[in-house]
């Protein structure tokens, strides 16, 4: 696997990594322990090198699981987790809304440390911008949580430019994660520019359009029940006729490449800046291994064009979050 790294800390992980949040969190049902711990030490057997969890997925039965499998690796992986909505630190109960004071923040780094089995978290991210905490206060937290070790790098996950502006300056932000891939492009606008200014890695999430670009998910697809993807706008039966063109549009180009689309989608990303690092996630090893294959494929200036110029005569349709969703997002 090539290495690459998130803007210009010395943070330097697997050019794809491995979003560990589908294994027991958002898709309905919760992968056996035994086999999500053998999955995710088969990402590292092929390579990966950066794991992503959050204390929000389960709560905190995806750190449980992170921690257990990568325990065995712990000083060869990176592990990024997050903080920032309001679980109650002893029950794990989702008390709903966000929280991201610094007491509160204290808090749930200790019990990270404890269910990762580590004593430091590589890359800490506030999961969604607190609008009652100012960022200044937050960036501080965590600085002095890396001036204590508990903490190596920062990151903000779904910020504005203007917050990672304010972040940046109290503490470096190393990365910002949020979502991005040829179906949602909004990062290009404000984002990626801000981020290549002042240096700092896009780690995009649902890289391959919370599964819809594999080709994999139709009009006729039936997601289990829990699955959060029954509330996503762009999801919906109507919506997924009139986005296949983004799988077609795919489709031609893996044909051509031996390659799947998931493959093609994944090295859209990557050329796109060298400090972008995706995180698909899969429950199935044959997923994780056809993922990590697609840092090997090429991608012509040609073809790379022609993706392009494809793209733009395409309108996505539906939006990418639930109201409800979309009112954590930071703008």
């Known amino acids: ?30 992968t056996d322990r035994a086999n999500a711990v053998s999955i995710i030490r088969h990402a590292v057997d092929v390579g990966v090198t950066f794991f992503d969890t959050a204390e929000a997925y389960g709560p905190f039965l995806n750190e449980e699981v992170v921690g257990e499998a990568l325990e065995p690796y712990r000083d060869d992986v990176i592990i990024a987790t ?18 991201s004071r610094p007491d509160h923040i ?9 269910r990762l089995r580590t004593d430091r978290i590589d890359l800490l991210y506030q999961h969604r911008v607190d609008p009652d905490v100012p960022i200044e206060d937050v960036a501080g937290t965590v600085k002095e949580l890396i001036e204590e070790g508990k903490v190596l790098h920062f990151g903000l996950s779904e910020g504005s430019a203007r917050t990672i502006r304010r972040a940046h ?26 981020l290549e200014e ?4 896009f780690v995009p999430f649902s890289p391959l359009g919370k599964g819809f670009l594999t080709g994999k998910i139709d009009a006729s697809t039936e997601f289990d029940e829990g699955d959060f993807r029954n509330t996503v706008p762009r999801l919906n039966k109507e919506n997924r006729e009139a986005n296949r063109a983004f799988v077609d549009l795919l489709e031609r180009i893996a044909n051509e490449k031996e390659a799947t689309p998931a493959q ?46 494809a793209a733009a005569q395409i309108r996505p349709q539906g939006h990418r979050y639930s109201e409800a969703s979309e009112k954590m997002i930071d703008r």
């Open 82 to 99: 997050k903080f920032g909505f309001d679980i109650e630190p002893e029950t794990g109960e989702n008390r709903g809304g966000l929280n």
């Open 264 to 309: 093609i989608a994944l090295r859209w990303l990557l050329a796109q800046r060298p400090w972008i690092v995706p995180i698909p996630g899969t429950t199935k090893k044959h997923r994780l291994e056809e993922n990590v294959a697609s840092a090997e494929i090429t991608l012509s200036d040609g073809e790379l064009r022609r993706i392009e110029e």
């Open 169 to 194: 300056a109290v503490q470096a932000v190393t990365a910002l994660q949020s979502e991005y891939s040829l179906w949602w492009r909004e990062p290009e606008e404000e984002i990626i520019p801000t």
């Open 1 to 30: 696997m090539r290495s690459r790294k998130l803007g210009n800390s010395n943070l330097e992980v697997s050019a794809i990594g491995y979003g560990c949040m589908g294994l027991s969190f958002g898709y309905g049902t919760v």
């Open 198 to 201: 002042l240096g700092i890695g």
């Open 106 to 114: 204290r808090t749930a780094v200790e019990g990270m440390l404890g």
